[in-house]
């Protein structure tokens, strides 16, 4: 039951998630016994210990609560990297005085029963359960109650009193999806970039969305500088995903194959490297290929991991993708926040800040030491939360704007999915449970629809025919 806990609380919390400073130091109450010592040449009994009081397992994500005298006991299922708990469930509890308690519990419907072993003279409480064998160290104190927060009801928010979404030029999003699109489809059939193939007898010049490869030698003061020479890059001339100085690689559009030519850009103010930061320099450049990003519709269908049969098909479903992943950030950065009520976003930041923690647990490192090598930190993971409310929000702002709206056959096929991936999941579920756990997720069934409409609505304006 232990191992069966610990397999469904991070199925669940990984499925539930939607890419520093500390958040703050766990305490896992957990103290091993000091190691006693004696003077040289006596004898002291072996000390024992008492079973009362609190046990922790890392390992099962458990915490067992014996009390003397008590016939009932607690069992908490801790969440993965905290020392805290989502549910506790009471067991009938019997011990036999020496070292066996038994405690049994309803699991569903289905009534379980434990054995725990208690070994006075080690201070440890062991249970074996099928093939699993579970230890269990004293624990300070009880587990905290886990924060959890319900998905947002934007639906009955009063968005206007909490945000304003400006003019959005939706027209100057269509080169930069269409680019994206190009290159997402090149990438999931050829693996990376750097696999594209050339152009063959390439003599156009480049362009933006062009995938090249070139040459460069950065100078400042006419002296090149440490690290800014290289041969063989590949890049992507566009807005989609472009990590480089801004000028970069707009400065090869225009130049051909084999062409040597220079590209003036200035380092941002804020640049790690405090001796090109604000400065104005030269690279050199010598422009070696263009990849050739097309695919035919004999490669699409080669391509098994989806289920289009040409490339017109592929670039509709991809270009659908790329508006979206654009659309949110041009929408966050257009919303104009007077203020978010905690509501809108607390949720988002404890799903964050709870997706590290379950990926420090499954990788064996304390989390803190993840954030560490991660840099991750409690203000980034806010403003990640903050700008998923903003987004949600002005999704109900722009569809109410534009009288968009759903229907509740809209709804109700939504609803049937929740229910359907719920029974796929859970072969023996009943459909009754399927609708418990649907209903769940009713604020985020409608977001999901509203934002349906929206984005629908907007790829009509980003490409009118």
């Given at each position: ?207 933006s969305g062009d995938v090249v490869n070139i040459n460069y030698c950065g100078k400042l003061d006419g002296v090149a500088f440490s ?239």
């Open positions: 039951m232990i191992k069966r806990i610990l397999i469904f609380v991070l199925a669940i919390i990984m499925l539930s998630l939607a890419s520093c400073k500390v958040v703050e130091v766990i305490d896992h109450g957990t103290t091993l016994p000091e190691e006693e010592t004696t003077p040289e040449g006596t004898t002291e009994p072996q000390k024992e210990y008492s079973p009362w009081g609190f046990w922790y397992s890392a390992e099962g994500l458990s915490v067992i609560e014996l009390t003397e005298g008590a016939t009932t006991a607690t069992i908490y299922s801790t969440t993965p990297g905290y020392y805290e708990y989502e549910n506790s469930t009471t067991a009938d509890c019997t011990y036999d005085g020496n070292a066996t308690f038994t405690l049994s519990f309803l699991e569903g419907d289905v009534e379980e029963t434990l054995n725990f072993v208690f070994d006075k003279f080690a201070n440890t409480l062991t249970v074996k359960d099928g093939e699993y064998t579970t230890k269990f160290l004293p624990a300070q104190k009880a587990p905290a109650k886990h924060p959890k927060y319900p998905f947002p009801n934007y639906a009955d928010m009063d968005f206007a009193s909490i945000l304003t979404v400006g003019d959005i030029n939706y027209s100057s999003l269509a080169a930069t999806v269409l680019e994206g699109a190009r290159y997402e489809i090149a990438t999931a059939f050829y693996g990376d970039m750097r696999s594209f193939p050339k152009l063959e007898n390439a003599t156009r010049p480049a362009v690290g800014g020479t290289a041969t063989g890059v590949v890049l992507f001339i566009s807005d989609y995903e472009n990590g480089y100085i801004p000028g970069f690689t707009d400065g090869i559009i225009g130049h051909t194959v084999g062409e040597t030519f220079d590209v003036p850009v200035t380092f941002p103010e804020e640049y790690h490297a405090p001796d090109l930061a604000g400065k104005a320099v030269i690279f050199t450049m010598t422009l070696n290929s263009i990849c050739d990003l097309s695919l035919t519709d004999a490669q699409v269908v080669e391509y098994t991991q989806n289920n289009h049969t040409t490339y017109d098909e592929w670039l509709v479903a991809a270009k659908a993708d790329v508006a979206k992943t654009l659309l949110r950030d041009t929408i966050v950065a257009a919303s104009a926040v007077i203020k978010l009520p905690e509501e809108s976003y607390l949720y988002f930041y404890q799903q964050i800040i709870d997706y590290y923690h379950v990926m420090a647990y499954y990788y064996g490192v304390d989390y803190e030491m993840l954030a560490l090598y991660y840099g991750l930190s409690e203000e980034a993971f806010m403003q990640q939360a903050l700008n998923e409310a903003t987004y949600n929000l002005a999704l109900y702002s722009l569809a109410n704007e534009n009288t968009l709206a759903w229907t509740e056959d809209d709804y109700t096929a939504k609803y049937e999915e929740y229910v359907a991936n719920y029974l796929e999941t859970y072969k023996e579920a009943t459909r009754e449970e399927a609708c418990k756990y649907a209903d769940e997720f009713v604020s985020k069934i409608k977001l999901e629809l509203t934002e349906e409409k929206v984005l629908a609505w907007a790829m009509m304006q980003i490409f009118p025919e």
